[in-house]
């Protein structure tokens, strides 16, 4: 295993997309090898490289890393994503793990029965209006700095822009009382690496349609 990190994951966000994002930000090209059928899955596992027997994995620096915070806590160290000093991380942690708390509601919606997305929209509305986003705009305005953590790039303002952009897709109005915030994904979706990436045709993933749940589900042989 050398050159170029390999991802291994089906053709979708999940649990992946920080780590494309992650990678893409840090300038770091990467291949994806798309898990298709549930035999693929198998045959990783098989061969002894899935730990935990799931996804996703990544093949990088000689290593096979799964379990994604692992993952990211390696990229995120390796490229300098990581704060100067230990005081830093921990706050670079807390705020990850509060974006996390949000991505995990929103991931939800893909596997939601109909008769409960309306409301777990709601509740996704209502936590970012009320607890997440207040809570990230009081932080740029406490220092008044254009990053989140040591005035310089770290990997939770990427995490932060790329939830900013998925709460968009629910509902464009979410981020309008919270311009501090604006002005922050801005100013990120204009670095040259995330501009690229933003960019059609990179290997940024979709939202998720219904064929890619449903192939999702056989994969996994979820119900």
């Not at 061969?47 to 994995?57: A, I, R």
């Not at 409960?116 to 009320?130: C, F, H, V």
């Not at 979709?206 to 192939?215: L, N, Q, R, V, W």
Request: charged share 30%.
């Amino acid at each position: 295993m050398s050159g170029k990190p390999v991802l291994h994951y089906f053709n979708a966000r999940r649990r992946m997309e920080n780590v494309r994002w992650l990678l893409a930000a840090a300038g770091v090209e990467f291949e994806e090898k798309f898990i298709e059928t549930s035999e693929d899955l198998e045959k990783l596992r098989q061969d002894g490289k899935l730990m935990f027997e799931q996804v996703p994995m990544v093949e990088i620096d000689g290593m096979t890393l799964v379990q994604t915070r692992a993952i990211l806590n390696y990229i995120a160290t390796k490229y300098d994503l990581y704060g100067k000093d230990v005081k830093e991380r921990a706050l670079i942690d807390v705020y990850t793990e509060g974006i996390a708390d949000l991505s995990d509601l929103i991931m939800q919606l893909a596997l939601c029965p109909p008769d409960e997305k309306e409301a777990k929209i709601s509740l996704i509305k209502d936590r970012t209006k009320n607890r997440y986003l207040p809570a990230f705009e009081k932080v740029l305005k406490s220092h008044g700095q254009d990053y989140l953590v040591g005035n310089r790039l770290t990997r939770v303002d990427i995490h932060l822009l790329e939830l900013l952009l998925r709460l968009e897709e629910i509902d464009s109005s979410l981020l309008a009382p919270f311009p501090l915030l604006k002005a922050l994904k801005s100013r990120l979706s204009n670095l040259p690496n995330v501009k690229k990436f933003l960019q059609p045709g990179s290997q940024r993933k979709p939202p998720a349609d219904e064929k890619t749940i449903e192939k999702a589900k056989k994969i996994f042989k979820m119900k």
